[in-house]
């Protein structure tokens, strides 16, 4: 699998020390994860106290939008209307592959427990319809995950995927906000702690986002 262009980004050029270690971290669940699940072609880690969502993923698994002749004349015809799967879960999880990446065909989101705390979720994603049943238990046991919490095909729409995108813009926003809640603290002589609580409550007076009060505190401060 090859590390999302957007989680390389993410983790060379704005995540913490801290969390530095990620990249291995994928590395390691891989490599667990396709000894017990070879079909599996994707998976993700999300870090829940920061929000931050990064993923490997095989090359083969495409948007179907991408995939050639898709919409073209002598192409399958399109899914069918969502009400003729309401009740049928069956019916919906069809629904949800056939809207999935290519390539993806089944689910499972693993949440990490730490001292009684989700710290972290895995979720992997195979190529087989059937590639992660009877096969949870190894994994449990591999990755040290949470079973009561584990749930299958939630995300065959590959929602990790978007949030990964995501993470190097929401990690820039992030910085740029740090260095205006900075230039606040040091303009009115008050710790950082506060000037946030400052900009937060000017925000909220202004009727803006946070991020938006950092952007007019940057620009009149810097």
Do not use: K
């Not at 994707?42 to 002749?69: M, N």
């Not at 190894?138 to 990790?160: H, S």
Request: proline share 6%; hydrophobic share 50%.
């Amino acid at each position: 699998m090859e590390l999302l262009p957007q989680s390389r980004e993410a983790l060379d050029e704005y995540v913490a020390p801290s969390i530095d270690d990620v990249e291995s971290l994928l590395r390691v669940i891989e490599g667990w994860a396709v000894r017990a699940v070879p079909e599996c072609v994707a998976l993700s880690v999300t870090l829940l106290d920061e929000d931050l969502t990064f993923t490997l993923v095989d090359p083969a698994a495409r948007p179907l939008a991408t995939v050639p002749g898709a919409g073209a004349p002598g192409a399958p015809p399109a899914p069918p209307p969502e009400e003729a799967h309401a009740l049928d879960e069956g019916g919906w999880a069809e629904m949800a592959r056939e809207r999935a990446f290519a390539g993806i065909a089944s689910t499972i989101s693993l949440p990490v427990v730490e001292h009684g705390r989700a710290v972290l979720n895995i979720d992997l994603y195979a190529s087989t319809a059937q590639a992660f049943h009877g096969r949870i238990d190894g994994l449990v046991d591999a990755l040290g995950v949470w079973q009561a919490g584990a749930v299958t095909n939630a995300d065959l729409g590959f929602d990790t995927l978007r949030r990964a995108e995501a993470a190097p813009e929401r990690l820039r926003e992030q910085r740029l906000f740090d260095v205006a809640v900075g230039l606040l603290a040091a303009h009115l002589g008050v710790t950082t702690e506060d000037a946030l609580a400052l900009l937060r409550e000017a925000a909220e007076r202004a009727g803006i986002s946070e991020t938006q009060a950092a952007d007019v505190a940057r620009t009149l401060l810097a």
